[in-house]
């Protein structure tokens, strides 16, 4: 099994950063790829970003591109999404899934999730 972890949302202004955390722990040798998503009240989930387990490979949604980053602490087994220039519409519960060999925007195909942090960004 493995566990996860987010830590880091809060509220900040429009134009602010942000840093998430997904630490991650147990069988974490079986991971393949850590993957971010958020849900924002009444909507459907989204693919954010992911990165693979060894850092190598990164991939961002079109809307968070040139804004985000993932990059990972192998030490402390985590990952991070540093948010940049954040926008009202990145409001969203966000939460980092990860999958023994599934590396996609699906998040039907992920198996360990974490139990998400909240992001606000105002005005």
């Known amino acids: 099994q493995v566990q996860l972890v987010e830590s880091g949302g809060g509220l900040v202004q429009a134009g602010g950063s942000l840093r998430l955390s997904c630490a991650a722990s147990?069988?974490?040798?079986?991971?393949?790829?850590i993957t971010w998503f958020r849900q924002a009240p009444g909507k459907e989930r989204e693919f954010v970003a992911t990165i693979t387990w060894s850092g190598l490979t990164t991939y961002y949604a079109d809307s968070v591109k040139g804004r985000f980053t993932l990059f990972r602490d192998n030490a402390k087994n985590t990952m991070y999404l540093q948010m940049y220039n954040l926008k009202p519409e990145d409001t969203a519960a966000y939460y980092c899934a990860a999958d023994n060999s599934y590396y996609g925007e699906n998040s039907a195909e992920y198996h360990y999730w974490g139990q998400g942090t909240q992001v606000t960004v105002s005005l």
């Open positions: 147990g069988r974490t040798f079986q991971i393949y790829a």
